[in-house]
């Protein structure tokens, strides 16, 4: 892997920035706070977006700005990549959104986790890390901030093994013996659960042979009993076959009592309904006889409905004349009295209200007289128009007399008629009544005949009725006993089944609990093998594979730490658990007693084997052309930092990313990217 370019939007200090990054040895120069680091952590983030815990989009984003992004383009296996990914900011907090990733020229717009992954693939680190929140194989080979390697080297020793067991990718020997120790704590539940289970297996053996002889007595009984019961039923059968016959007699006598019932009872019913019909005939031939008399009695006069019409338009044609000339008298009225007011007025006026000018008498007199002729001729109208509504009331109320006879005449002509179609009606149903007579009294004759030859009839199946009581006794008394018999039958046969149901659940359990105790004799085995074998096998691949690295390490350890510090009489070389060892003047010390540039010796000396180590061991992985160093020479001497010119040099790596604020770094390296801070904003110069 190689950077190429890096681009940066609303990233920390920075608000707009292309970075260009050549192959060999780089160097990012500033002053401290002017965003070396940032350029670094953008890399990561391009890479493998938000760290839960140790990158967070809070950390990155600028302040004041709600959204950002990182462009990072770089090369693996001469393949052309890119990769975007953006953050947002949201009310709670700052969220990753949407990417893509460009391989030689095919765009694939992605999200975070799926940029994640195609990262991971380009790369070539295990899939197994995807879900681990830290970027372990990128953390200890391309880019591990000084002061995080200081920290590691001074870490309790099995906090170290297990980073250093998940970085070469072997701690899945620790996770196979902390599982085994799981699974085999389960085995152990299984064999106390198992071994519970067949605790009462012989008890239950024991149980299936009692079960047996109650099953073979069951059977026994069924066979002594089954006999008895066939010869009960066959006498229910014959005696019920008897009844039978018996009781087709008595259902042929009960149809005869039921039909000899049915004919009294008819013979009654149209015995009632003639007498009732000859009241009835009676009746209406009165009532016949009275509509007869008060239709004969009068003479009506019969009202057409044009008389009617002519009355009413009559009526409502003087009723509108009587309003016209009430409207008119009014109307005189009203000019009557509007004189009068006027006459009132101008007398007591002394000027004009329009003009002001003074009303003499003459003018007053005048006017007077004028409305005096008025109020004269207007009361002989009033007067004549009274006159004229008297006369129309009248006439109007003499109409309205003549209306009312015609109506009095119409109802007494309607009553009439509703008796002339009252007396048609009766005159039909005496007709119809008579008739029906004729019919009943045939009808009862023909019942009488019929009561006669059933009374004949129901003397032959007298005898019937005591010979089916008795029948039905005897009955009743071999029912008792085939059901005495069915009983003992039927309880043998149940204590079968159930002893059958009995035995097959025993079988089940006895077969289930010979079966549990196969498998825990097998679980045993597992056991045994598991705590006697396996563990050990695993323990024993774990400690070659870390004993090969210790050796591998140790010596790189060794090597560069003799080439960073000066002094002769310090030595450094590491524990069976990774832990560095001091020596100074034949004394063991902790490394937290060097001085500042032996402790950064001390650090850079395990960064730079443990690259080397983790590159080796994994192959696959595809970053090991890039090295990145965030000030690797923090409190070196002078001559420190010619060595460290004399250690790249021997690494041998493509592209090697320096943060350095010494400016001596500047003498050894190919490229120097300057970065300078104005007013809160990084810039390239």
Same mark, same amino acid.
């Given at each position: 892997?190689?950077?190429?370019?890096?681009?940066?939007?609303?990233?920390?200090?920075?608000?707009?920035?292309?970075?260009?990054?050549?192959?060999?040895?780089?160097?990012?120069?500033?002053?401290?706070?002017?965003?070396?680091?940032?350029?670094? #952590?953008?890399?990561?983030?391009?890479?493998?977006?938000?760290? +839960?815990? *140790?990158?967070?989009?809070?950390?990155?984003?600028?302040?004041?700005?709600?959204?950002?992004?990182?462009?990072?383009?770089?090369?693996?296996?001469?393949?052309?990549?890119?990769?975007?990914?953006?953050?947002?900011?949201?009310?709670?907090?700052?969220?990753?959104?949407?990417?893509?990733?460009?391989?030689?020229?095919?765009?694939?717009?992605?999200?975070?986790?799926?940029?994640?992954?195609?990262?991971?693939?380009?790369?070539?680190?295990?899939?197994?890390?995807?879900?681990?929140?830290?970027?372990?194989?990128?953390?200890?080979?391309?880019?591990? +901030?000084?002061?995080?390697?200081?920290?590691?080297?001074?870490?309790?020793?099995?906090?170290?093994?297990?980073?250093?067991?998940?970085?070469?990718?072997?701690?899945?020997?620790?996770?196979?013996?902390?599982?085994?120790?799981?699974?085999?704590?389960?085995?152990?539940?299984?064999?106390?659960?198992?071994?519970?289970?067949?605790?009462?297996?012989?008890?239950?053996?024991?149980?299936?042979?009692?079960?047996?002889?109650?099953?073979?007595?069951?059977?026994?009984?069924?066979?002594?009993?089954?006999?008895?019961?066939?010869?009960?039923?066959?006498?229910?059968?014959?005696?019920?076959?008897?009844?039978?016959?018996?009781?087709?007699?008595?259902?042929?006598?009960?149809?005869?009592?039921?039909?000899?019932?049915?004919?009294?009872?008819?013979?009654?019913?149209?015995?009632?309904?003639?007498?009732?019909?000859?009241?009835?005939?009676?009746?209406?031939?009165?009532?016949?006889?009275?509509?007869?008399?008060?239709?004969?009695?009068?003479?009506?006069?019969?009202?057409?409905?044009?008389?009617?019409?002519?009355?009413?338009?009559?009526?409502?044609?003087?009723?509108?004349?009587?309003?016209?000339?009430?409207?008119?008298?009014?109307?005189?009225?009203?000019?009557?009295?509007?004189?009068?007011?006027?006459?009132?007025?101008?007398?007591?006026?002394?000027?004009?209200?329009?003009?002001?000018?003074?009303?003499?008498?003459?003018?007053?007199?005048?006017?007077?007289?004028?409305?005096?002729?008025?109020?004269?001729?207007?009361?002989?109208?009033?007067?004549?128009?009274?006159?004229?509504?008297?006369?129309?009331?009248?006439?109007?109320?003499?109409?309205?007399?003549?209306?009312?006879?015609?109506?009095?005449?119409?109802?007494?002509?309607?009553?009439?008629?509703?008796?002339?179609?009252?007396?048609?009606?009766?005159?039909?149903?005496?007709?119809?009544?008579?008739?029906?007579? !004729?019919?009943?009294?045939?009808?009862?004759?023909?019942?009488?005949?019929?009561?006669?030859?059933?009374?004949?009839?129901?003397?032959?199946?007298?005898?019937?009725?005591?010979?089916?009581?008795?029948?039905?006794?005897?009955?009743?008394?071999?029912?008792?006993?085939?059901?005495?018999?069915?009983? *003992?039958?039927?309880?043998?046969?149940?204590?079968?089944?159930?002893?059958?149901?009995?035995?097959?659940?025993?079988?089940?359990?006895?077969?289930?609990?010979?079966?549990?105790?196969?498998?825990? *004799?097998?679980? !045993?085995?597992?056991?045994?093998?598991?705590?006697?074998?396996?563990?050990?096998?695993?323990?024993?691949?774990?400690?070659?594979?870390?004993?090969?690295?210790?050796?591998?390490?140790?010596?790189?350890?060794?090597?560069?730490?003799?080439? #960073?510090?000066?002094? *002769?009489?310090?030595?450094?070389?590491?524990?069976?658990?990774?832990?560095?060892?001091?020596?100074?003047?034949?004394?063991?010390?902790?490394?937290?007693?060097?001085?500042?540039?032996?402790?950064?010796?001390?650090?850079?000396?395990?960064? #730079?084997?443990?690259?080397?180590?983790?590159?080796?061991?994994?192959?696959?992985?595809?970053?090991?052309?890039?090295?990145?160093?965030?000030?690797?020479?923090?409190?070196?001497?002078?001559?420190? #930092?010619?060595?460290?010119?004399?250690?790249?040099? !021997?690494?041998?790596?493509?592209?090697?990313?320096?943060?350095?604020?010494?400016?001596?770094?500047?003498?050894?390296?190919?490229?120097?990217?300057?970065?300078?801070?104005?007013?809160?904003?990084?810039?390239?110069?």
């Amino acid at each position: 892997m190689l950077l190429k370019s890096i681009e940066l939007k609303n990233i920390r200090s920075y608000i707009s920035q292309k970075i260009d990054f050549p192959t060999g040895t780089v160097l990012l120069s500033g002053d401290i706070g002017s965003g070396k680091s940032t350029i670094l #952590l953008a890399v990561e983030f391009a890479l493998f977006g938000i760290l +839960p815990g *140790e990158l967070s989009g809070n950390a990155l984003l600028r302040n004041g700005e709600t959204r950002a992004s990182v462009e990072l383009n770089f090369e693996v296996n001469k393949k052309d990549i890119i990769v975007f990914r953006s953050l947002k900011k949201s009310k709670e907090s700052v969220m990753q959104g949407n990417g893509y990733v460009v391989v030689d020229g095919i765009k694939k717009d992605m999200t975070p986790t799926e940029i994640k992954t195609e990262v991971f693939n380009l790369l070539g680190y295990p899939s197994e890390m995807l879900s681990k929140s830290k970027n372990m194989i990128y953390r200890y080979t391309v880019y591990t +901030p000084q002061e995080d390697m200081k920290k590691i080297i001074q870490e309790n020793s099995q906090v170290r093994l297990d980073i250093l067991r998940r970085v070469f990718d072997i701690d899945k020997y620790k996770r196979i013996q902390d599982n085994t120790a799981i699974y085999l704590k389960s085995i152990k539940e299984k064999q106390k659960l198992k071994a519970g289970m067949i605790s009462d297996l012989e008890e239950k053996k024991k149980s299936r042979s009692y079960r047996q002889r109650d099953f073979t007595i069951a059977e026994k009984k069924i066979q002594e009993t089954k006999p008895v019961l066939d010869a009960a039923k066959i006498k229910t059968e014959n005696k019920q076959k008897n009844i039978s016959e018996i009781e087709v007699k008595q259902k042929k006598l009960s149809e005869l009592k039921n039909k000899l019932a049915l004919k009294e009872t008819e013979i009654q019913s149209k015995t009632e309904h003639y007498s009732a019909n000859e009241n009835q005939i009676k009746t209406i031939e009165k009532e016949i006889k009275k509509i007869e008399q008060e239709i004969n009695s009068k003479e009506v006069k019969e009202i057409t409905s044009e008389e009617l019409s002519e009355k009413n338009k009559k009526i409502i044609l003087l009723e509108n004349e009587i309003k016209i000339l009430n409207s008119k008298k009014t109307e005189y009225e009203t000019d009557k009295k509007r004189s009068q007011e006027l006459k009132k007025k101008i007398t007591s006026m002394d000027n004009c209200p329009t003009c002001f000018q003074i009303v003499d008498k003459t003018h007053k007199q005048n006017i007077q007289e004028k409305e005096n002729e008025k109020i004269q001729t207007l009361t002989l109208q009033t007067g004549r128009q009274t006159d004229l509504i008297k006369e129309k009331e009248k006439e109007l109320t003499d109409v309205k007399k003549e209306l009312e006879d015609l109506r009095k005449y119409e109802k007494e002509h309607s009553l009439f008629r509703l008796k002339k179609s009252e007396l048609e009606k009766k005159q039909s149903q005496t007709k119809l009544l008579s008739e029906s007579q !004729q019919k009943i009294n045939m009808f009862i004759q023909n019942a009488k005949q019929e009561k006669q030859e059933t009374a004949k009839e129901i003397k032959k199946y007298l005898g019937a009725e005591k010979e089916l009581e008795q029948a039905e006794k005897e009955l009743i008394f071999f029912q008792k006993e085939e059901r005495k018999h069915e009983i *003992e039958y039927n309880r043998a046969i149940e204590k079968k089944e159930n002893m059958k149901s009995i035995l097959e659940e025993i079988e089940k359990e006895i077969e289930s609990k010979e079966k549990t105790k196969k498998e825990l *004799e097998k679980i !045993q085995d597992i056991k045994n093998w598991m705590q006697d074998y396996f563990l050990k096998l695993v323990e024993t691949i774990e400690k070659q594979v870390m004993t090969r690295v210790y050796y591998e390490f140790n010596e790189l350890m060794q090597t560069w730490f003799d080439a #960073l510090v000066e002094d *002769e009489a310090i030595t450094c070389r590491l524990e069976d658990s990774f832990t560095p060892l001091v020596v100074q003047n034949g004394f063991e010390i902790e490394v937290s007693n060097l001085s500042g540039g032996e402790k950064t010796a001390c650090a850079l000396a395990y960064r #730079l084997a443990l690259n080397k180590v983790i590159n080796g061991l994994i192959t696959s992985i595809n970053t090991q052309d890039l090295l990145i160093l965030d000030e690797p020479t923090d409190g070196f001497s002078s001559e420190q #930092l010619d060595k460290m010119r004399e250690v790249l040099e !021997q690494l041998g790596i493509k592209q090697i990313i320096i943060v350095s604020h010494e400016s001596k770094v500047e003498s050894f390296v190919d490229e120097i990217i300057k970065i300078s801070k104005n007013e809160h904003v990084s810039e390239v110069e």
